[in-house]
C-alpha cells in the first residue's frame, strides 16, 4: 500500500478553536507580532516545537497512574534504568528533569576556563551550559550541512578532518570530551551516520579522549541510518542504536523529544568516577539519585516512552510524515532546507521574500503571514533569533534566515498537516505583499522570546 497511515487510533481528543483572520490581526497586533506572545488556545496548528509536546500513549498513561512515588528506590526507577541500559548500554544513569539539567551537571564537572567542548553542533542549551561553566563550545559541522540546497544522506556528519585539526592546534589536555549531536538539532535535523559516529570514536581513541553523545533523537537517527547506510537495512532499530552508544563512554537526553513525554531527561555514562561526581551534583540540584528531578510516574512514562519509540512503524510514519509535508511545498516551488530531516521543516525566508531585506527580518514576516493566513504557528531562526549588533550598533545577521515548523510527535493527522501545506503554499504565492518588520522592544538576551515588532512603512 502507498498509503502511509497513522500507526495508532485516537483515543482521547483535545479540541481545536478556530479563529478568524480578523480576529487573528487583532491576535497578533496585541502579542506584538510575536508568535510566542500569542496564547497557545489562539493557535490552530502549533508547530513551535517538537520539544515537550509528544501525545502520550493509553500504556503511557497507564503507567502514570502506576508510577511509585517512594523517595528513594522507586520501582519506576528501576523501570527506567532498565530501559536506558537496553538501549545504551550504559552503566550508570541519572534522571533529570530535562535535557539542560543534564548538561549544567555535565559541563560545571568538566567545564571550565580554557578548556573547549567540540559538536558537529551544539544544541543552544548545551553552547549556553558550556559557556556558562567558562569553557568554549566549537562547532565542527561537514560543509554540506551549511548548505540548505545541497541534497545528502548525513548533513549532520561532524567533519573528523577538522575535529582531529582542532585535537592538534588546541591541545588535547585543553579538551575534556567530544560531543555528537543526533540528529543535528540546530542543522536542520539532519542525521550523523554510523560511519561518522565510528570514525570521531576513532580520532577520540587516538588521543585518549571520551566521546558523549547529545541523544535527545536517537531513534529518529537510527532510522535514517537504516534506511540510507549500506548495511543497515535488515537491523532492528534496536540493535542500531546498541551499536551507535556502544561507541560512545556517555551521553545527554532530553527526555521531551525522542522518549515521547512532557517532561524529563537524564544523563548515562560508563566512567564510575565522573557519575559519583554527577551524582553529587545531582542531590543538590535536581534530587536524590532514584528520582533526579522528576516525579516517579514521570520515569515510569519515560521508560514506556522509550520502548515505543524503538517501534519501525512508528518512525516510519514520523520521518514520512515531516517528508510528506516536505514534498508538497517542493512541488509547489517553496524553498525549504533539503533533504527533510527528521522533526521539522525548514522554510528558507531568504529566498521566500527576497524583497525583504535581512535588516528587516523575513523570517518574522513569513512566520507572521503563517499566523495571520491560517492560525499556524511557526518559529522564527534566523536573524530574530541569532542576531547581533556590532559596534556601530548595525545588525550582523544570521547565517541563514529560516523558518521552523517543528512537528509534535503523534499529535497532529494527515489533515492537519495538509492544512499545514495549503496554508504555506497561499503565504508564498502572495510573498509580494510581505512587508519586513522593525524591533519596538528587544530584551538584552534571548531576545527572540519576548521581542515585539511592528511593520516597517
Ligand atoms: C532539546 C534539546 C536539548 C535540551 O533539552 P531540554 O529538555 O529542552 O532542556 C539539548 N540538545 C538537543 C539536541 C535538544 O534538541
Redesign the pocket.
Known amino acids: 500500500m502507498k498509503t502511509i497511515i497513522e500507526p495508532f487510533r485516537i483515543k482521547a481528543v483535545e479540541p481545536i478553536k478556530f479563529t478568524t483572520a480578523s480576529e487573528r490581526e487583532h491576535i497578533l497586533a496585541d502579542a506584538g507580532y510575536n508568535p510566542f506572545l500569542i496564547k497557545a488556545e489562539d493557535i490552530i496548528i502549533d508547530l513551535l516545537t517538537d ?2 509536546t509528544s501525545a502520550m500513549s493509553a500504556k503511557q498513561w497507564a503507567g502514570i497512574m502506576d508510577g511509585d512515588e517512594s523517595y528513594a528506590g522507586s520501582r519506576s526507577f528501576y523501570r527506567f534504568e532498565e530501559m536506558v541500559k537496553l538501549i545504551t548500554g550504559m552503566k550508570y544513569v541519572i534522571p533529570t528533569h ?6 549544567k551537571i555535565l559541563f560545571s564537572i568538566v567545564g571550565q576556563e580554557g578548556k573547549f567542548i567540540p559538536n558537529n553542533t ?5 553552547r549556553a551550559n558550556i559557556e556558562f561553566s567558562g569553557a568554549n563550545a566549537v562547532d565542527l559541522l561537514n560543509e554540506d550541512g551549511k548548505r540548505p540546497e545541497v541534497i545528502a544522506d548525513f548533513k549532520g556528519n561532524m567533519d573528523v578532518e577538522k575535529l582531529r585539526e582542532f585535537i592538534e592546534a588546541t591541545g588535547v589536555e585543553h579538551i575534556p570530551m567530544v560531543m555528537i ?1 543526533v ?4 542543522g536542520g535535523g539532519q542525521p550523523v551516520s554510523m560511519q561518522n559516529v565510528k570514525d570521531v570514536r576513532a580520532v577520540c581513541d587516538q588521543y585518549g579522549l571520551p566521546l558523549f553523545i ?1 541523544a ?2 536517537f531513534a529518529e537517527n537510527a532510522y535514517f541510518i537504516k534506511k540510507r547506510e549500506q548495511g543497515y537495512a535488515d537491523r532492528s532499530i534496536l540493535s542500531i542504536c546498541q551499536e551507535m552508544f556502544s561507541y560512545a563512554d556517555g551521553m ?6 525522542d522518549a515521547l513525554v512532557n ?3 537524564f544523563l548515562a555514562m560508563n566512567n564510575e568516577n565522573l557519575a559519583m561526581q554527577c551524582r553529587n551534583v545531582l542531590i543538590v540540584t535536581e534530587g536524590f539519585p532514584t528520582y533526579g528531578g522528576l516525579a516517579g510516574r514521570d520515569l515510569e512514562a519515560i521508560a514506556q516512552g522509550l520502548e515505543e519509540i524503538l517501534d519501525e512503524d512508528y518512525l516510519h510514519y514520523r520521518i514520512r510524515s515531516v517528508e510528506y509535508l516536505g514534498d508538497k511545498l517542493i512541488e509547489a516551488g517553496v524553498p525549504l532546507m533539503r533533504p527533510t530531516g527528521g522533526h521539522a521543516i525548514y522554510l528558507d525566508a531568504k529566498t521566500f521574500c527576497p524583497h525583504i531585506p535581512v535588516e528587516q527580518y523575513p523570517g518574522q514576516s513569513v512566520a507572521i503571514a503563517l499566523y495571520q493566513k491560517g492560525g499556524v504557528r511557526a518559529c522564527e531562526i534566523g536573524s530574530v533569533m541569532f542576531g547581533k549588533y556590532d559596534e556601530n550598533g548595525q545588525l550582523v545577521p544570521a547565517a541563514m534566515e529560516l523558518v521552523r515548523l517543528a512537528i509534535p510527535r503523534r499529535v497532529y493527522t494527515q489533515s492537519h498537516i495538509d492544512y499545514v501545506a495549503e496554508v504555506i503554499i497561499e503565504v508564498f504565492q502572495e510573498r509580494e505583499k510581505l512587508r519586513g518588520v522593525k524591533l519596538t522592544y528587544e530584551a538584552p538576551m534571548l531576545r527572540h522570546f519576548t521581542a515585539r515588532f511592528a511593520f516597517v512603512e
Open positions: 520539544s515537550g530535562q535535557g539542560r539539567a543534564a548538561e551544539h544544541f543552544d542549551t548545551t549531536t540528529t543535528n538539532n540546530s547529545d535527545c533523537r545527554t537526553m532530553s527526555a521531551k523529544k517532561i524529563g531527561g
